[in-house]
Structures are given as structure tokens and as C-alpha cells.
């Protein structure tokens, strides 16, 4: 029988094949696929990019200024809902390699495709601190390697639990993240 209605899952061929075998020792192999060689370079190169736009451009000091504070911005001659309006766009730019980049390692799509996996960034953004550019990777740092350590050593199905665990012991003792700045009330 044939479901007709509802989100059905759709595999993807795979766009690249191959890997490269860095290790082998005692019946256990260490092996890294193309695709993996490609998200990481991808990443990189966009870390990189936006680390400089950031730091090296007239947006990127907008970006800087409205994020400290709106007002003052806005009196300095900055084009606050233009320069949010451009950040948005970034983001969802960013987002939109980010789930590509998932989708061609993982070939399936489905309805809840990106649902985990926004939850996740969400949650290394919190863990690193909210305003952190270092600290939203080393939350994502943080999380993938909680996964994997957990993956290798415990039951598999409780991985997510793990990593949002990390984030409640995180922020109980430390509220603002790793990176992030405690936000001071102006008088």
C-alpha cells in the first residue's frame, strides 16, 4: 500500500563517492569521505569569510555598533534596519549552505529535516554564548565531539540527550555561555 498523503522521506544519490583511509590498527579503520573533506573545507573557507567581513568591512562595523547599541547607532548616522535587514540575510544565506552541506552528506530529505539540527545550532549558540562568533563554534565544537564521545561509549539513541544536557549543566553555572559577556542594565 502506497501512502499518498503526509511527508514521505526522498533519498538523494549520492553527489561525490570515495574516501581516503587515514588509519588502520588492530581491525579498526579511520576513514574520511570526500564529502567530508568538502563540508570541512566549505566551513572553513566560510568561517574565514566571515570572520573578515566582520572585522574588515563597513558592514561589519555596523553589525558591531547595533549589537552594542541600537540607539547610538542610529545617532552615529548607521542604517540600523538596513544593516539588520542585511545581517538577516547573511544568516539565512549561511543557514541555507548549512542545511545543503547536510543533505548531501546525509542523502535523505524529509519534512523535519532541519528541526534537530536548528535545535542544535540554537543550543551551541547558547552554549558558547549568545554574541559570540568564537563562541557559537566552540559550542558547535563543543556539541559535535559531546555526540560523538557519547556515540562511541553509550547507546546511540541518547546522543541528543547528552549534548542538551551539556547545555542545562552550562548554563546553571555558567548563564551568559562559555564566551559571552554578562549583560550589564545601563542606568
Known amino acids: 500500500m502506497q501512502i499518498v498523503q503526509g511527508a514521505r522521506v526522498k533519498p538523494l544519490p549520492p553527489v561525490t563517492k570515495g574516501s581516503h583511509l587515514l588509519m588502520e590498527k588492530g581491525g579498526f579503520t579511520v576513514q574520511i569521505s570526500n564529502m567530508q573533506i568538502r563540508i570541512i573545507i566549505t566551513t572553513v573557507l566560510l568561517m574565514l569569510a566571515f570572520f573578515a567581513l566582520i572585522s574588515k568591512t563597513s558592514l561589519g562595523r555596523c553589525q558591531r555598533a547595533c549589537e552594542q547599541d541600537r540607539t547610538m547607532a542610529a545617532l552615529l548616522g548607521i542604517n540600523v534596519d538596513r544593516t539588520i535587514s542585511r ?63 557519547w556515540s562511541a561509549y553509550f547507546s546511540i539513541e541518547y546522543k541528543d540527550v547528552a549534548a542538551f544536557s551539556v547545555l542545562v549543566i552550562v548554563s546553571i553555572f555558567m548563564p551568559s555561555g562559555l564566551l559571552g559577556k554578562p549583560e550589564v542594565e545601563k542606568v
Do not use: N, P, Q, R
Not at 542544535?120 to 556539541?143: H, M, N, P, Q, R
Open 87 to 149: 545581517t538577516s540575510i547573511m544568516g539565512a544565506s549561511l543557514a541555507c549552505v548549512a542545511g545543503l552541506m547536510y543533505l548531501l552528506y546525509y542523502g535523505v530529505i524529509d519534512f523535519y529535516i532541519g528541526f534537530v539540527v536548528g535545535i542544535k545550532a540554537f543550543t551551541a549558540a547558547v552554549l558558547g554564548g549568545i554574541g559570540s562568533l568564537l563562541g557559537a563554534i566552540l559550542g558547535g565544537l563543543i556539541i559535535g565531539l559531546v555526540e560523538t564521545f
